[in-house]
């Protein structure tokens, strides 16, 4: 479980940036190039690939390249993970943590 909890952190963390929110946001209507992706914030290229990157890592976002231009997109079915994963931490359950590691208190 705890591997779990630090996916999901990363995630979480990946998303908390208000850029990076609203980038997602964007690709929530489909695969966009960087370049209209650049197009809606005043940031340098540089700037987009951190971001880019951190999105990235955290499995949200998929890359693909097309000659010079790079394509991203969710990553829909690790955010299946991700969303199913966060309705069982903030859903009580018979074997959840909260009895298990409190009920010696």
């Known amino acids: 479980m705890e591997q779990i909890y630090l996916e999901t952190a990363k995630v979480l963390k ?10 997602v946001d964007m690709l929530s209507c489909g695969e966009l190039c960087a370049c209209k992706i650049l197009e809606a914030f005043h940031i340098t290229q540089p700037t987009l690939s951190h971001d880019m990157r951190i999105l990235i890592e955290s499995k949200i976002v998929n890359d ?40 010696n208190c």
Not at 14 to 23: F, H, M
Not at 72 to 91: A, D, P
Not at 93 to 98: A, E, L, Q, S, V
Request: glycine fraction near 4%; aromatic fraction near 8%; proline fraction near 2%.
């Open 14 to 23: 990946a998303i908390s940036d208000p850029k990076r929110l609203r980038i």
């Open 64 to 103: 693909r390249r097309e000659g010079k231009n790079i394509f991203y997109s969710l990553n829909k079915e690790y955010i299946g993970v991700v969303e199913q994963t966060l309705h069982n931490i903030f859903t009580e359950k018979k074997d959840c943590i909260c009895v298990s590691d409190i009920s």
